[in-house]
């Protein structure tokens, strides 16, 4: 019971905290002119300062260094456990979360070229195998149980570089990353509690305390009068990487800490389906059409909604929604539904699901709506 204060008042000291800074973030940003200018592919009008990720980072660290030093002052010490296991990979967590934060605040403040930013990211996820968190296990997935170091380490590598990117990418609309990673972070949050691993739940509530007042001013605030704020780079880097371990760190087995969960693999990547699949089929498009992997376009998920006549706020409503629906069809489905199947199952309703958003967002523009 302890704990879950802890992990309560973690959440409540980071909304504070993000309450307290985004403000004078804006003020900065208006004085010093570090706007986010509207072009063709943007879908907001008028200047909208793009630094609100700059309070993610720090606010988090310090809720949960700070919560977790009062608790140890009253007498809920760290077992050895912990101190073994979980420590260890909080702090390179921190080192990779450090990197990706200074090479965000650069981007959004003076630009980074892609390649810099790629190379950085691919330096962060090599941490985490380093901590010892990396994919040795599938679960059953394709017939596959335990798998060794030489092909769990780079799939490892890969999927933090890609749901990094994938939210990054996500970042479309007001309210649509921050809205989608609070869904993951609050799954992600009850599974560590339901196995008693309170270090990382008490980080994934503190980075959803950080978004809530995020969220507000991202969704709510007021272009006119200087209230609305983007969580540029420094934000989407930050939530990705983060989901990324969450992820992984569940899915790897550690019998010492997390008993074999049949599905764990599924479980986990059910929370970021609708931001990874989104990238995948963005990436076969250019691809089919012979352009650049990299190059930007119009045709992600949040694209679609806007072209099918759905308002920014009402798209985003609906794609957290859908994120949601997959995320419990697949935890309430794991213990009954063989994991392949499942996920051939997921990959069939986001493939259908996509050509009926084709086909309304055709009949939208043949009605000239």
Not at 165 to 191: C, K, R, T, W, Y
Not at 227 to 252: N, P
Not at 349 to 366: E, I
């Amino acid at each position: 019971m302890t704990f879950i204060l802890l992990i309560f008042a973690a959440f409540v000291l980071s909304a504070i905290l993000s309450r307290i800074i985004i403000p004078r973030i804006l003020v900065v940003a208006f004085r010093k002119r570090l706007f986010d200018v509207p072009d063709a592919r943007k879908v907001h009008t008028g200047v909208v300062p793009r630094l609100g990720g700059i309070s993610f980072m720090p606010t988090i660290l310090f809720s949960v260094c700070f919560v977790t030093a009062v608790g140890f002052l009253f007498g809920k010490h760290l077992d050895s456990q912990v101190l073994a296991i979980d420590l260890p990979e909080f702090f390179l967590l921190q080192c990779g979360l450090t990197l990706l934060y200074l090479t965000g605040v650069k981007d959004d403040l003076v630009g980074l070229r892609y390649k810099a930013k790629f190379v950085v990211q691919i330096l962060c996820a090599c941490l985490i195998p380093l901590s010892g968190v990396w994919i040795n296990n599938f679960y059953g997935l394709f017939g596959l149980e335990a798998i060794p170091a030489w092909f769990g380490v780079p799939l490892t590598i890969f999927l933090t570089v890609f749901i990094t990117n994938a939210i990054n990418l996500i970042d479309g609309i007001d309210g649509l990353a921050s809205g989608l990673s609070g869904a993951a972070l609050l799954v992600f949050g009850f599974l560590y509690m339901a196995h008693g691993i309170w270090i990382y739940a008490m980080i994934c509530f503190a980075t959803l305390g950080v978004l809530v007042p995020f969220f507000y001013y991202n969704v709510f605030g007021q272009v006119d009068r200087g209230r609305k704020i983007f969580m540029g780079d420094t934000g989407s880097l930050t939530l990705g990487y983060l989901l990324a371990f969450m992820a992984i760190r569940y899915s790897s087995y550690h019998p010492e800490s997390i008993p074999y969960e049949d599905g764990a693999l599924i479980v986990a990547f059910s929370t970021l389906l609708v931001p990874a699949f989104d990238v995948i089929r963005v990436m076969l498009y250019r691809w089919r059409h012979h352009k650049g992997l990299f190059s930007p376009d119009k045709n992600h998920i949040h694209h679609k909604f806007l072209a099918m006549g759905f308002a920014p706020r009402r798209a985003m409503v609906l794609i957290v929604m859908m994120a949601c629906a997959f995320s419990c069809v697949n935890i309430v489905c794991v213990n009954y539904v063989d994991n392949t199947l499942l996920f051939l199952f997921d990959i069939l309703v986001w493939t259908l699901l996509n050509l009926w958003f084709d086909r309304m967002r055709d009949q939208h523009k043949a009605a000239g709506l």
